[in-house]
């Protein structure tokens, strides 16, 4: 840390980028526990739409003047994420087992790296400017994101300019810091920033919900066909359906005449095949 980053009562100034308010909760704790005194910086001309950039923004100056901490927040720029990051592309949803999880994933992680760098290396500038050595993040709070490559990318951007970092990983708080977020009633946003970002949680969304809902289903079918073994049906009704034409075959032969003679299983035979037919049909 260099002296000429202390501040005025010695204590080691930190520049802390801020990518929003919920996420900003636990790394400031932790940055206050350590002894920190924390310039926070809001650059993320990634979030799209302009109006969710300022709904963002607004959450974060409140929180941020409620806790009377010193922040700054360049003017949004969302050309500049435009040039260096959009040409990455998208959307790459990420959703279990399907074929195309690799390749989305390193897609999204070559658009994301941009992403990170962009914002970083304004970060580092700005701290570089400012006479503080040391910066961070706030993104690695998410499991959402690339921790890795946020604290490769921390790294990179502090080298260029003589700076030094701290590489956190509060992944492991992330329940509490949505459980805090909602507390203290701040707006909480359902997608990282960018326009590929909130069609990928999306799609993800639908994904998880359609894993959930063929999951209910099929609990839901082992224990009807548990129920239906115990009751005596399923495997238990085509034994009894087999027994009965047995029966039937054999009162059939007893009752032999020239007369036409009602099937002894009247309409039962139909309602036995229903009921095997139906269950087949769900599996
Ligand atoms: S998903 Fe988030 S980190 Fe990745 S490019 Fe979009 S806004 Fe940036």
């Known amino acids: 840390m260099r002296a000429d980053s202390l501040s005025k009562t010695g204590t080691p100034d930190l520049l802390l980028h801020v990518c929003c308010a919920p996420c900003s909760i636990i790394p400031l704790s932790f940055l206050a526990r350590d002894g920190l005194r ?9 979030i799209q739409p302009q109006d969710e950039y300022q709904r963002r923004l607004e959450t974060f100056v ?36 399907s074929p195309d999880y690799a390749a989305n994933r390193a897609a999204r992680l070559r658009r ?4 990170y760098r962009l914002r970083f290396e304004a970060a580092a500038r700005v701290a570089a400017e400012r006479g ?24 990179r951007a502090a080298a260029t300019c ?37 069609q990928e949680a999306e799609l993800e969304r639908v994904a998880r919900r359609a894993a959930r809902r063929e999951q209910r289903s099929n609990t839901k079918r082992d224990t009807e066909g548990r129920e239906s073994s115990e009751s005596g049906h399923g495997d238990g009704s ?19 005449t020239d007369e036409p003679s009602p099937c002894p299983l009247s309409d039962e035979p139909s309602l036995y095949l229903h009921e095997q037919g139906s269950g087949d049909a769900d599996r």
């Open 38 to 46: 924390v310039h926070a910086f809001y650059f993320n001309p990634n």
């Open 132 to 155: 503080i050595a040391c910066i961070a993040s706030t993104l690695t709070i998410s499991p959402y994101q690339f921790v890795e490559t946020i604290n490769a990318e921390l790294a």
């Open 238 to 256: 085509s034994v009894l359906f087999s027994e009965k034409l047995t029966a039937a075959a054999g009162v059939l032969q007893e009752n032999r």
């Open 112 to 115: 994301c790296s941009a992403c």
């Open 162 to 198: 003589g700076l030094s970092t701290r590489e956190d990983d509060f992944r492991a708080f992330y329940s509490e810091a949505v459980a805090l977020s909602r507390q203290a009633g701040l707006y909480r946003q359902n997608y990282c920033g960018c326009r590929f970002s909130a």
């Open 62 to 97: 409140a929180w941020a003047s409620s806790l009377g901490l010193p922040f700054s927040a360049p003017d949004y720029q969302g050309l500049l994420w435009e040039e260096d990051v959009a040409v990455f592309g998208g959307p790459y949803p990420l959703i279990a087992n």
